[in-house]
């Protein structure tokens, strides 16, 4: 799959271990080198300024969105290639994913999962084909892992619907298997019998 354009979810805070910047650093870096565009929150702190900071420092284009309301809270980066400011979280949510090839989440907070479960739902129903990637750094997903699959024993979700989500904690190893990603050409979300 070609992916020239990534959107990076992730935190505005650095979180706890140092080991999650580092990721966050190397990821910013790898799109950068590969020639892809990091589309992303448009914040300069936290793990958000990490990823453009490093993409930046690498030569790679990095495009923030940010709602004008946020843009004094999450502190506006400045210096990247692009910076769209937008009436709403909706509208940034939006234009992310219309601008991006596919998706990777970093750790991050409540936006993180909020964004990375939208747009896993939205593959889910075929609203787009695109991979969506969790980048694991230090276990930080295990968790959420661990719910989904208790989802998938529950049959709330199914085993094809759990493959959504390609997971690594290397951020080289998961590009590698988000170029591999191939949509399902046919997505069934409920059988007929089960309404």
């Not at 999650?20 to 565009?37: P, S, V, W, Y």
């Not at 129903?125 to 968790?143: E, R, S, T, W």
Request: include cysteine; charge should be negative; aromatic fraction near 6%.
């Amino acid at each position: 799959m070609n992916l020239e354009a990534l959107c990076i979810y992730c935190g505005s805070r650095p979180g706890a271990r140092a080991h999650f910047r580092e990721t966050a650093n190397k990821m910013g870096e790898l799109l950068a080198g590969e020639g892809i565009d990091v589309i992303y929150g448009g914040s300069s702190r936290g793990m958000m300024g990490a990823v453009a900071d490093s993409a930046l420092g690498a030569g790679g284009k990095v495009v923030g969105i940010l709602p004008g309301g946020l843009a004094s809270r999450e502190k506006a980066h400045r210096q990247v290639s692009k910076l769209h400011v937008v009436d709403s979280m909706h509208e940034r949510k939006a234009l992310m994913a219309k601008l991006s090839d596919g998706f990777i989440a970093l750790p991050g907070g409540l936006g993180t999962l909020e964004e990375l479960c939208e747009v896993t739902t939205w593959a889910q129903l075929g609203i787009h084909q695109k991979p969506v990637g969790i980048c694991n750094a230090a276990g930080y997903f295990d968790g959420f892992l661990a719910f989904i699959d208790h989802a998938v024993q529950m049959e709330f979700l199914t085993e094809e619907h759990r493959r959504l989500l390609i997971v690594d904690e290397d951020p080289e190893v998961l590009l590698d298997k988000m170029r591999g990603f191939e949509p399902f050409l046919e997505r069934v979300w409920l059988d007929e019998s089960e309404i």
